[in-house]
């Protein structure tokens, strides 16, 4: 762990220090984003190795987010016992033994087990990082902060593009074998290894959360956490207000902190719950795990269905830092729903496009001038999304919840979003296959969830913009 002490004389806080840590922390989130994405380049490759039908495929790719619901279960409630710092270091363990696991399967079931293990650390990832940055940060910089965790999301999605494509052409396919003979399919998996490792190394580098240290009776490693991100005064005046709004409940967090009465959630979780599955519903990951599929669904070949996908990643880097120049000075209430209304807007053209498609010398296209409308919606689509709903909601998740039950709030929330993502992703092979389905029904249903959001927003979201996180309430 990072010395601190010797900073304690400091009047003034170090923000380079924040961000350096903030920055370590959200490698989580670029392996969550490459972990995520890296799939996308390799469903062909599963296919035909694994002999697998649409059912199968589907879980082949979806397989992870179930192990990706139960770590980040599993991470909120530990790291309230073991440490924000702790959970991180166990999914950047996970991270290297699934990419190596994922590139050596042999079979469906073994692939299926080495992406639930990354799954797990996903998961984890996916929730600490936002709780750690949220709780290191200070207020008036914290959504920027945490913003940075979408932004390391996207890039790693990005690079995961990019890396899928650049094997691909120098394969000439990804079921062509590449290096040492193995297939390129496999070298796509394990280019995760290099970051992955740095992820772990530079997790023992970093102090633990000071919030977390209170929480334990730490007091001094808090107060020196703190005095190197704040100033000395302010981090004693600090541990005062964290040690405060915890007494109230006169008992350290627990996972049943949670309900109000009874078996009730508090009406808090309920709106974090609502901000996870919201995110999900709107049909993004499809973009993400199916880019290829889904354009070659409509005529593009392999080739350029990769390349689309990099430049869908390019301009979802863009439009996450539009967002974070803008979610501390507008909130992050209005961010949501012009988000949800350009979601609404683009899946509904997306929907009249896809609906176009025609059969022609066996081949599927889309005719005239639809291709492009459907590929300026898409991207348009992945903007929206990547200025509002992609990073705010880890934001929002990160500092919605009062200190006493934020470990567990995450857990909760965080286990539906992993639960939606899973079922988006697994019925969308089959949504593709059905006749009666097709690929314009699927983004329909996107569609509408996308416009159910925006009045969700309205009625349930809270604004926390420039808020204390010992100002939260339940």
Not at 58 to 80: H, Q, T
Not at 141 to 156: C, D, E, H, N, P
Not at 437 to 448: D, Q
Request: proline share 3%; hydrophobic share 55%; glycine share 10%.
């Amino acid at each position: 762990m990072t010395d601190t002490t010797s900073m304690s004389g400091k009047s003034e806080g170090d923000f380079a220090f924040v961000i350096l840590i903030s920055c370590v922390a959200t490698i989580g989130g670029f392996l969550f984003g490459f972990d995520s994405g890296v799939i996308n380049g390799t469903v062909d490759g599963l296919r035909v190795a694994f002999h697998s039908e649409e059912i199968g495929t589907g879980l082949n790719v979806a397989s992870m987010l179930l192990g990706c619901a139960v770590g980040a279960a599993l991470a909120g409630r530990l790291s309230d016992l073991f440490g924000r710092r702790t959970m991180m270091i166990a999914a950047a363990c996970f991270f290297i033994v699934s990419a190596w696991g994922s590139g050596v399967a042999g079979s469906s079931p073994e692939f299926i087990v080495y992406r639930v293990i990354g799954g797990l650390a996903v998961g984890a990832a996916s929730v600490m990082s936002p709780a750690y940055i949220s709780e290191i940060a200070p207020a008036k910089y914290r959504g920027r902060l945490s913003s940075i965790q979408q932004v390391a999301i996207i890039s790693g999605l990005f690079i995961a593009f990019l890396s899928n494509y650049l094997i691909a052409g120098a394969a000439g396919s990804s079921l062509n074998e590449w290096l040492f003979g193995f297939e390129a399919w496999r070298w796509m998996f394990w280019i995760e290894l290099l970051p992955a490792t740095f992820f772990l190394v530079a997790l023992l580098f970093i102090p633990e959360s000071p919030r977390f240290l209170v929480v334990k009776g730490s007091m001094a490693k808090a107060e020196s956490v703190l005095a190197r991100i704040s100033g000395n005064r302010r981090a004693q005046e600090k541990v005062g207000e964290i040690e405060h709004s915890l007494a109230a409940d006169h008992h350290k967090p627990k996972l049943s902190d949670v309900l109000a009465k009874g078996t009730v959630l508090r009406p808090i979780v309920w709106i974090g719950i609502g901000l996870a599955t919201f995110q999900q519903l709107v049909g993004i990951n499809v973009v993400f795990y199916y880019g290829a599929v889904l354009w070659q669904a409509v005529g593009f070949s392999e080739g350029d269905a990769l390349l689309i996908n990099v430049i869908s990643g390019a301009v979802s880097i863009i439009a996450v830092i539009i967002a974070l120049a803008l979610i501390d000075r507008i909130g992050r209430k209005p961010l949501l729903f012009v988000g949800s209304i350009g979601m609404a807007v683009t899946l509904a053209i997306l929907v009249f496009c896809f609906s176009q498609a025609r059969v022609v010398d066996e081949h599927v296209i889309l005719p005239g001038s639809i291709g492009l409308i459907a590929l300026l919606a898409a991207n348009a689509y992945v903007a929206f999304f990547n200025g509002s709903w992609g990073p705010v909601m880890w934001v929002s998740l990160g500092e919605m919840f009062p200190n006493q039950i934020r470990g567990s709030g995450l857990a909760v929330a965080g286990f539906f979003q992993w639960i939606a993502n899973f079922l988006i992703t697994w019925t969308f092979p089959m949504m593709l296959g059905s006749a009666a389905i097709g690929l314009a029904g699927a983004y329909g249903i996107y569609a509408v969830f996308a416009f159910i959001s925006i009045f969700f927003v309205v009625w349930a979201v809270r604004e926390t913009k420039g808020k204390e996180l010992e100002e939260m309430l339940n």
